[in-house]
T-cell receptor, first 115, second 112 residues
Framework: KAGVTQTPRYLIKTRGQQVTLSCSPI?????VSWYQQTPGQGLQFLFE???????NKGNFPGRFSGRQFSNSRSEMNVSTLELGDSALYLC??????????????FGPGTRLTVL | DAKTTQPNSMESNEEEPVHLPCNHS???????IHWYRQLPSQGPEYVIH???SNVNNRMASLAIAEDRKSSTLILHRATLRDAAVYYC?????????????FGQGTELSVKP
């Protein structure tokens, strides 16, 4: 079974630009979650989508948005990039039905550098 | 969300057992204890989870204290490949959807 894939793996942008990251979940998984990882803040939850609906959202500004398609693939978008948005962006997929026991499978991440 | 506390770092020798502790004194009765680890330059990966009784799988064992206020992840024979950051996470059925709350974790180094 193919794992979670994320594209692109590396990205360099300049301040003020916007960026779209893509995540393809494991086949059959309906939940996709996004996380931001930085050296200072560690791993922080951005949002989760289940069946094309945002089900949960972390504490990030509105510049961070996402969506999920009918095939469960997900994209996240960051508009008006700031230097502090430089991070590793990870997506994770899961079946999404049992919050307490659901296992999340992570992709390798997209390394975003904002200059 | 209930909080977990882990040591920042631990060292182990290859082929020896490793016990990674986690304190979660505010755990609720319905919280499951999950462990994930993140190898260098990779996304986190699931290790194990449990509710009350001890659990074993091919990767590790999870020992849960009787009062559930602490737990220990046990790697029976550490290998160099086990060098990673290990995260102890609490989740319950009201966990607001698929949200993992990561703390700082324990960075495990394994010496040959």
């Amino acid at each position: 079974k193919a794992g979670v894939t994320q594209t692109p793996r590396y990205l360099i942008k300049t301040r003020g630009q916007q960026v779209t990251l893509s995540c393809s979940p494991i086949s059959g998984h309906r939940s996709v979650s996004w996380y931001q990882q930085t050296p200072g803040q560690g791993l922080q939850f951005l949002f989760e989508y289940f069946s094309e609906t945002q089900r949960n959202k972390g504490n990030f500004p509105g510049r961070f948005s996402g969506r999920q398609f009918s095939n469960s693939r997900s994209e996240m978008n960051v508009s008006t990039l700031e230097l502090g948005d430089s991070a590793l962006y990870l997506c994770a997929s899961s079946l999404g039905y049992q919050y307490d026991t659901d296992t999340q499978y992570f992709g390798p991440g997209t390394r975003l550098t904002v200059l | 969300d209930a909080k977990t506390t882990q040591p920042n770092s631990m060292e182990s020798n290859e082929e020896e057992p490793v016990h990674l502790p986690c304190n979660h004194s505010t755990i609720s009765g319905t919280d499951y204890i999950h462990w994930y680890r993140q190898l260098p330059s990779q996304g986190p990966e699931y290790v194990i989870h449990g509710l009350t009784s001890n659990v074993n799988n091919r990767m590790a064992s999870l020992a849960i204290a009787e009062d559930r206020k602490s737990s220990t992840l046990i790697l029976h024979r550490a290998t160099l490949r086990d060098a990673a950051v290990y995260y102890c996470i609490l989740r319950d059925v009201d966990n607001q959807g698929g949200k993992l709350i990561f703390g700082q974790g324990t960075e495990l180094s394994v010496k040959p």
